[in-house]
């Protein structure tokens, strides 16, 4: 088992910035990929950043990493825009092939125009 929770959001203006945090916990965490997913108001939820890769939208603007000694990964989010608005979920998968096993609880990121 793996649990997950988010944290970070908030509200912010428009070209602001924010960290988001999932902390990993569990056995076997270090061998699960852990990603980053959102889903806006009325929306389905969207994949939006793994190591080294991004949706077209936040490319430039998002960042993902991963501290191995604290079982986090991170999103910096730079350059908000009010279309960023979100519940903002991690979730793990055991490889890049696999379906996400295991999902975070959400946190919220608002941003104003």
């Known amino acids: 088992q793996v649990q997950l929770v988010e944290s970070g959001g908030g509200l912010v203006q428009a070209g602001g910035s924010l960290r988001l945090s999932c902390a990993a916990s569990g056995r076997t965490v270090s061998s699960y990929n852990i990603d980053w997913f959102r889903q806006a108001p009325g929306k389905e939820r969207e994949f939006v950043a793994a190591i080294g890769y991004y949706t077209d939208s936040v490319k430039g603007r998002f960042t993902i990493s991963r501290d191995n000694a604290k079982n986090t990964v991170y999103l910096q989010m730079n350059s908000l825009k009010p279309e960023d608005t979100a519940v903002y979920y991690c979730?793990?998968?055991?490889?890049?092939?696999?379906?996400?096993?295991?999902w975070g609880q959400g946190t919220q990121v608002t941003v104003s125009s």
């Open positions: 979730a793990a998968r055991r490889t890049l092939a696999s379906t996400w096993d295991y």
